[in-house]
T-cell receptor, first 115, second 118 residues
Framework: QKEVEQNSGPLSVPEGAIASLNCTYS??????FFWYRQYSGKSPELIMSIYSNGDKEDGRFTAQLNKASQYVSLLIRDSQPSDSATYLCAVNMVSPSGGSYIPTFGRGTSLIVHP | GAVVSQHPSWVICKSGTSVKIECRSLDFQATTMFWYRQFPKQSLMLMATSNEGSKATYEQGVEKDKFLINHASLTLSTLTVTSAHPEDSSFYICSARASGGPSTDTQYFGPGTRLTVL
């Protein structure tokens, strides 16, 4: 069973703090990793993609990937109340037939940023 | 860029009727589209993967005859919920993955369709 694991939370941080969201995955051959944000009642929106080991920064967001440990994380600096949402980790994994890559989502981590 | 639309955004129907949901990639060609269902406070559940010009691949436990998927072009996929029942009430979300270019494996989500079956 190919899986993506996330702590469901909620993760509560004060405004201005750094929020750290973590994700582990089971398929060692995975090459593409994504973080999505989903507000309640809305569909997911892409925050970042990462493909290589190391850090990737985009504004207040930094994605970190460690393929050896099968671990991907998302850091949100200077957290704002508007960042309160569920954050989904997604990993493209080879389909059972081997013919394509299927996105596999974690259950999401609920983040609450309190003023 | 990478905009995906869904229509309708919400629909209310009577039990036993069929409902069609459209998913369109507006500014890119999508060889693959995905259909998800999400119940309140639960995670996304992948229902099926739709490739242009071929039959959809359904996830285990998803009834093919109840959830009909058609991906007739590189910009349009449809999901038809046949003979809908109250337990089919959910938030249905499509996503599309681009063909060609460096971001070919990134999927972009539509805004979702909220289905309520009375």
């Amino acid at each position: 069973q190919k899986e993506v694991e996330q702590n469901s939370g909620p993760l509560s941080v004060p405004e201005g703090a750094i929020a750290s969201l973590n994700c582990t995955y089971s398929d060692r051959g995975s090459q593409s990793f994504f973080w999505y944000r989903q507000y309640s009642g809305k569909s997911p929106e892409l925050i970042m993609s990462i493909y290589s080991n190391g850090d990737k920064e985009d504004g207040r967001f930094t994605a970190q990937l460690n393929k050896a440990s099968q671990y991907v994380s998302l850091l949100i600096r200077d957290s704002q109340p508007s960042d309160s949402a569920t954050y989904l980790c997604a990993v493209n994994m080879v389909s059972p037939s081997g013919g394509s890559y299927i996105p596999t989502f974690g259950r999401g981590t609920s983040l609450i940023v309190h003023p | 860029g990478a905009v995906v639309s869904q229509h309708p955004s919400w629909v209310i129907c009577k039990s036993g009727t069929s409902v069609k949901i459209e998913c369109r990639s507006l500014d890119f060609q999508a060889t693959t589209m995905f259909w998800y269902r999400q119940f309140p406070k639960q995670s996304l559940m992948l229902m099926a993967t739709s490739n242009e010009g071929s039959k959809a691949t359904y996830e285990q436990g998803v009834e093919k005859d109840k959830f009909l998927i058609n991906h007739a072009s590189l910009t349009l996929s449809t999901l038809t919920v046949t003979s809908a029942h109250p337990e089919d009430s959910s938030f249905y979300i499509c996503s599309a993955r681009a063909s060609g270019g460096p971001s070919t494996d990134t999927q972009y989500f539509g805004p979702g369709t909220r289905l309520t079956v009375l």
